[in-house]
């Protein structure tokens, strides 16, 4: 079984910066291509980045374009997702997510491991 735990969440002011980390424990790290979720209240759970197994591919949700960045550490079993200029519509309980092998990467991947999720809040 996989334990994914997220950590980096807080409270920061429109324009800042926030780095998330997820902590990926139970089975080969290497072996999962991995993402980052977020929910806002009332609003669906969407993917915002996510990246294959070698961290040689990314992707991105439109709406954070230029200003997040998903990265790996296959040696460290983690993920991160530093997080540039943000904005008050980027609050959300963000999620790590992870799915066992290599898959065509979009946003749109399902995947099988979630973690607790950790809330992101930015005020204006």
């Known amino acids: 079984q996989v334990q994914l735990v997220e950590s980096g969440g807080g409270l920061v002011q429109a324009g800042g910066s926030l780095r998330l980390s997820c902590a990926h424990s139970?089975?080969?790290?290497?072996?999962?291509?991995m993402g980052w979720f977020r929910q806002a209240p009332g609003k669906e759970r969407e993917c915002v980045a996510a990246i294959s197994w070698n961290g040689r591919n990314t992707v991105y949700a439109d709406s954070v374009k230029g200003r997040f960045t998903v990265s790996r550490d296959n040696a460290k079993n983690t993920m991160d997702l530093q997080m540039n200029s943000l904005k008050p519509e980027d609050t959300a309980v963000y999620y790590c997510?992870?799915?066992?092998?290599?898959?065509?990467?979009?946003?749109?991947?399902?995947?099988?491991?979630w973690g607790q999720g950790t809330q992101v809040t930015v005020s204006s």
């Open positions: 139970g089975r080969t790290f290497s072996r999962y291509t």
């Open positions: 997510a992870a799915r066992y092998g290599v898959v065509a990467l979009t946003t749109l991947v399902r995947f099988d491991d």
